[in-house]
């Protein structure tokens, strides 16, 4: 059973900074890509940013120049660097990724850490 388990969220100031961590773990044979998306109260989820299992990232425009996505591939580990932090931003951010089990390949989910920009 393959689970993403996310984790770092929290309550920042506007202009702050925060980092989110998404470990998977379970019968893993191989991960692709793997990105952010978050949901804001009484909005659709969007994306955020994604990156490769070779390392190129892709950021959505409205964060773009202030978060930075990376991967560890030996821990099975996605990170969202989240800089110059605006009430904006404030949302629950899920990880995502594609992941190979054995018996099949699907796309997993976290079950998301809340983000709170506020002063």
């Known amino acids: 059973q393959v689970q993403l388990v996310e984790s770092g969220g929290g309550l920042v100031q506007p202009g702050g900074s925060l980092r989110l961590s998404c470990a998977a773990s379970?019968?893993?044979?191989?991960?692709?890509?793997m990105g952010w998306y978050r949901q804001a109260a009484g909005k659709e989820r969007e994306w955020v940013a994604s990156?490769?299992?070779?390392?190129?990232?892709m950021y959505a425009d409205s964060v773009k120049g202030r978060f930075t996505i990376s991967r560890d591939n030996a821990k099975n580990t996605v990170y969202l660097h989240l800089n110059s932090l605006k009430p904006d931003d404030t949302a629950i951010y899920y990880c995502?990724?594609?992941?190979?089990?054995?018996?099949?390949?699907?796309?997993?989910w976290g079950q998301g850490t809340q983000v709170t920009v506020s002063s």
């Open positions: 990156i490769t299992r070779g390392g190129n990232e």
């Open positions: 379970g019968t893993i044979l191989s991960i692709n890509g």
């Open positions: 995502n990724a594609g992941i190979d089990s054995g018996l099949r390949y699907a796309a997993y």
